[in-house]
């Protein structure tokens, strides 16, 4: 089995290709229990003119297409920055078994910075969590794009 840093590094080609595009440099790919990546997107929000066209949700759109079902059982979310509440909730949906990010987001992070969406006990479903796998590198990139903008 892969590491978490191989897929992780996955995650990140993803945010590159959207920094390329001019959107939020964030990236995400599904894999299987079996270990192989059925899902992989970038943030395109305003490229799709969509506000739900966040990586992990466009990631998961296709994991599912790949599995021919929304449920997602066993698989696992990679992701460079800490979901925000839209997609806390569409991982709960999906039945993702594992979250696995980079970067602590300090504004909307639903999964350990504003909240803990996911721990909440009325969710009849549990996803595990591991942070901070390839921070430094998501950080980096994340700084970068933003110190362009301004």
């Known amino acids: 089995m892969r590491s978490d840093e191989f897929y992780m ?58 599995l021919g079902n929304y449920r997602l059982d066993g698989c696992t979310l990679y992701v460079t920055l800490e979901p925000c509440m839209m997609c806390a909730g569409a991982m709960i949906h999906a039945r993702i078994k594992r979250l696995v990010y980079a970067a602590a987001e300090p504004h909307t992070g639903m999964v350990e910075s504003k909240a803990n969406l996911l721990a909440q006990p009325w969710f009849n479903h549990r996803v595990d969590i591991e942070a901070g796998v390839l921070a430094p590198a998501s950080k980096k990139l994340l700084k970068a794009f933003f110190a362009r903008r301004r």
């Open 9 to 66: 590094h996955r995650a990140l080609d993803q945010a590159h290709r959207a920094a390329a595009a001019g959107e939020v440099p964030v990236g995400a790919v599904v894999v299987d229990p079996q270990g192989e990546i059925i899902g992989a997107a970038h943030n395109a929000p305003v490229e799709s003119c969509d506000p739900c066209a966040h990586a992990e949700v466009r990631a998961l759109r296709e994991a599912g297409q790949a």
